[in-house]
């Protein structure tokens, strides 16, 4: 008898989610285990472990949400929930080793726990195997869902890169960090709605509409995350108040500060080009705030969410799955995870 990879432990959405996630979470975990099952053996005991950690599972809800408002079924879209959240993990695992993060969901990351070579080879076998399940059975949707899946995470690795690039410069536009958080954070949560779409049959425009959806939601969700980072409370969040900063992080608050110019945004470069002390934390968090880029990054994130809203309006779906896709896009936006 095999062991599943993906204990009846794992976590999943939290009580307050809505119920479209922990219906995704139990859709999906079956065919996540048949799925897991193929890497090496090798790489099971790691796997297992990483998976164990849970997770919300927005995007595979995403996935099976978007096929419903145009008609599909979850027959339809199961495996491409699986192939998002494959990518999301693999991201997940190599994101970990470049910011040197040793715990994640309070438990040891992979590459802390395993070594940097075995975390760096299960994220690329995670990847290869969501192009696997897809592929298995070409049909044109699956092949148009991989096609998707494919480009959002080339535009990942795009803004992983530019993520990394930040960290050796004093000073990051505006634009330039949106483009960056869009590759990031954007483009898996636009592709996760896209491939549903597609795999349950939708219009181009609907395929489309779902598509701009899941990019305004990946932005409103980055700039929401980057105000926590900086003000979020520490019970919530699971990081120390101000952990953006210590980390000398390029987010959207910074980079609409840094704008405003001025002699506040001179000292705030001077003090994110040095070690943070924690009096470095606090002084660079108050003159953010009195630049007035924590209210700015909330109206940002507050016009994308509209926006994602608009997507849905226009995209002429099924009225269910699309309420359930509009609670989604607010769980995920508000203001204390």
Same mark, same amino acid.
């Given at each position: ?67 419903? +408002? %145009? ?8 495996? &491409? ?29 992979? =590459? ?8 760096? %080879? ?20 699956? %092949? ?7 480009? +959002? ?46 795999? &349950? ?22 700039? %929401? ?5 900086? =003000? ?75 926006? +994602? ?29």
């Amino acid at each position: 008898m095999t062991t599943s990879l993906v204990p009846p432990s794992a976590g999943g959405p939290s009580a307050d989610a809505p119920p479209a996630l922990g219906r995704a979470s139990a859709l999906m975990a079956p065919a996540m285990d048949a799925a897991t099952e193929r890497l090496d053996p090798s790489l099971h005991d790691a796997v297992r472990h990483h998976l164990a950690g849970g997770g919300k599972h927005v995007r595979a809800g995403l996935v099976l949400l978007a096929s419903s +408002a %145009v008609g599909g079924t979850h027959e339809d879209s199961v495996l &491409g929930a699986v192939a998002v959240e494959l990518v999301h993990n693999y991201s997940l695992l190599h994101d970990d080793i470049i910011d040197g993060d040793r715990e994640r969901r309070h438990r040891p990351t992979v =590459w802390a726990r395993y070594g940097v070579g075995v975390a760096i %080879v299960v994220g690329d076998a995670l990847a290869a195997l969501a192009m696997q399940l897809l592929l298995d059975d070409p049909t044109p949707r699956r %092949v148009r869902a991989a096609q998707v899946l494919a480009d +959002a995470n080339q535009n990942m690795i795009g803004g992983q890169s530019a993520d990394m690039a930040f960290e050796g410069r004093a000073a990051v536009g505006v634009e330039e960090c949106l483009a960056m958080e869009r590759g990031k954070t954007g483009a898996l949560l636009s592709a996760a709605c896209a491939m549903g779409g597609a795999l &349950g049959g939708g219009t181009e425009q609907q395929v489309g509409l779902l598509a701009a959806y899941g990019d305004n939601l990946g932005i409103a969700f980055q700039a %929401v995350d980057d105000l926590l980072g900086i =003000w979020g409370e520490p019970a919530r969040t699971g990081k120390p108040v101000g952990a953006d900063l210590m980390a000398r992080k390029k987010t959207l608050p910074v980079s609409v500060a840094m704008a405003a110019g001025g002699e506040g945004a001179a000292e705030l470069e001077a003090i994110l080009g040095r070690e943070l002390s924690d009096a470095d934390v606090a002084r660079a968090t108050a003159l953010i705030e009195a630049s007035g880029a924590r209210d700015e990054v909330a109206a940002l994130a507050d016009d994308h969410l509209q926006a +994602a809203l608009a997507a849905l309006d226009e995209a002429e779906l099924l009225a269910a799955p699309k309420e359930e896709l509009m609670a989604v896009a607010r769980y995920v936006t508000a203001r204390d995870r």
